[in-house]
């Protein structure tokens, strides 16, 4: 009996130290796969990057060879106001497989400068009851201010504590993606669309009808005026002109503010927003470049940029 529990005892131990060392043999192959998928995401991240960063410059050669065919043309005439589209139908881009965003700046309302009422109107006129919109502009106004009083429809740190957020920046938004963040912000479509930190006057060639609603003493009507003569293909070339094609009581409303309209309004975007996202791998490594450019004669001159991942 002493033999078999020795030898039982034996076998015993042997077979632990089999599940130790096959334990450990796992252990080290999960280990190896992951520093290879490690690597294997940072060689497509790089992969990805270098992509972009050529995305980029074909879309930038897009630009250059658009303004320099239009030298002689007078501003507002379409070369810089049309550079989104130079973009899109630029033979440089077709077939590359990039996917490129070219923005207007101004497009979306400024949200570290423009008026909390303006910013009201805008918000309404996106279809957001007024209620809600009192809140979502006291609650951008919390996150940007330096105290942390909220404001009667806002929230300041304690409501981010209380509700596990990451607490208000207590500055300027520095990235789109950061208005997400505020309180009630990620539940409202299309906002990227109203609010950017991008600054510029807002184009109207290019921005949507909420922003539009935006303006000083801009009326639906006038709103409407505009957004149709875009969709006929018109281009609006000088705002002391444009009064004149509204109806009289319009017209009076526009008038009555018109030094606050020509100085948050224009006729084409002070700059624009280029955007270029590549994948690579699967799942996908997306590396992110974008830059803001405005017109230095036959080009477009880089005067901020930033790259990310996602």
Known sequence: MTARRRGGFALISVLWILVGVSALAMAGSLAGREAVASARNRADLADAAWRAEGCLERARAALSQALKAARNQ?????????MDRAVRESPLLAGSGCTVETIAAGAALDVNATPDDAIHRALAAHGVPAARADSLVDALADWRDADSVPRPRGAEHGWYRAHARRAPRDGPLVDARELALVRGFDAVPGIEALL???????PLGHAPAAVLASLPGFTPEAVARVVDLRSRGETITDLSAFP???????????LRRFTEFVGAAGTEPEAWIVRARTGVGTPPAVSVVEVRLVRAGERAAVVRRKTWTE
């Open 196 to 202: 950017s930190p991008e600054s510029g006057r807002v």
């Open 244 to 254: 004149g094609q509204l109806s009289p009581g319009a017209r009076e409303v526009l």
């Open 74 to 82: 007078a501003p507002g005439l379409g070369a810089w106001n049309g």
